[in-house]
């Protein structure tokens, strides 16, 4: 996981910026939800190499449906200015609960767009048509734009 989210990082960081035509301002990354003490391994993969200033989101200690779509869920420490385009990361898109709820938090404080970037899928092949869905993926591409789905927009 390590060299991947580096690996598109260093690829395809920017891309979202030239794809939307507003350059990246800051990057934040989806933390456990409810919180967990320690710092989130995505955290410490990116934290040397993502674009921009950081935004730290901080996850609320207690929820009743984690996987609900709630801005309350995070809170971010900063309040961004006008114009701010924020690359949110997530290690694992399953519902697409946290990442939403992180962008929700993040569009309260003030980012105008935002850019999110999963490093992975989960997808269970028991469920339902997910078995055929996978077979007929093509193999990885790392030079494949994770935003264009394509070459890069540079």
């Known amino acids: 996981m390590t060299m991947l989210t580096l690996f598109t990082l260093s690829r395809h960081g920017a891309c ?3 794809g939307t035509g507003i350059a990246l301002t800051h990057w934040a990354t989806v933390p456990s939800l409810p919180a967990k ?10 934290s040397g190499s993502a674009p921009g200033n950081e ?3 901080a996850a609320a200690p207690r929820t009743s449906d ?5 801005a309350a869920h995070f809170t971010a420490d900063v309040r961004l200015s006008r114009g701010s385009h924020v690359l949110l990361l997530d290690d694992t898109w399953t519902s697409g609960g ?8 993040l569009r309260k404080a003030g980012a105008s767009t935002i850019s999110v970037l999963v490093v992975a899928r989960w997808i269970k092949p ?6 055929k869905f996978l ?14 789905g394509a070459a890069c927009p540079r």
């Open 16 to 18: 979202a910026g030239t």
């Open 37 to 46: 003490p320690g710092e989130h391994p995505l955290h410490r993969i990116v």
């Open 55 to 57: 935004v730290r989101l």
């Open 66 to 70: 984690p996987r609900a779509l709630d």
């Open 98 to 105: 946290h990442a939403q709820s992180a962008a929700l938090a």
């Open 126 to 131: 028991e469920f339902g048509n997910n078995a």
């Open 135 to 148: 077979d007929g993926l093509p193999d990885f591409d790392p030079d494949i734009c994770p935003w264009t």
